[in-house]
C-alpha cells in the first residue's frame, strides 16, 4: 500500500467472527480495535488504535482512540486519522 510516496503493508486476518486489520510501517502499526495498546506498551511497540472498521481502507480514515506511549513519542496523537497516524510512523 502506498501512501504519499511511502510503503505500508496492510493486512487482514479472518477469524470466525471478524477480521483483525493492522497496516504496518517502518515504525510500528495502526490496527483495528481488536488490538490493545496496553499490550504495544508492555514491549515498547509504536501503535495507533482505531474502531468501527472494516478494511484496511477503512483504517486509514477513521480516528485514533488509543496510543501506545511509543506512539506519543513520535507525535501521534488521539483525534488524528489512521493515515495521518502512519505518516508519523513512517
Known amino acids: 500500500m ?3 510516496g511511502k510503503e505500508f503493508k496492510a493486512h487482514a486476518i479472518a477469524t470466525t467472527n471478524t477480521n483483525i ?3 504496518t ?6 490496527a483495528c480495535g481488536y488490538i490493545k495498546a496496553e499490550v504495544a506498551n508492555k514491549v515498547g511497540d509504536v501503535c495507533a ?11 486509514l480514515v477513521a480516528n485514533v482512540i488509543t496510543v501506545s ?6 507525535g ?4 488524528m486519522t489512521g ?3 502512519l ?3 513512517s
Open 2 to 4: 502506498n501512501i504519499e
Open 21 to 23: 486489520l493492522i497496516i
Open 25 to 30: 510501517s517502518e515504525k510500528g502499526f495502526l
Open 49 to 59: 488504535i482505531v474502531t468501527g472498521v472494516k478494511s484496511t481502507d477503512d483504517l
Open 69 to 74: 506511549e511509543a506512539a506519543e513519542k513520535l
Open 76 to 79: 501521534v496523537k488521539v483525534g
Open 83 to 85: 493515515k495521518e497516524a
Open 87 to 89: 505518516l508519523l510512523m
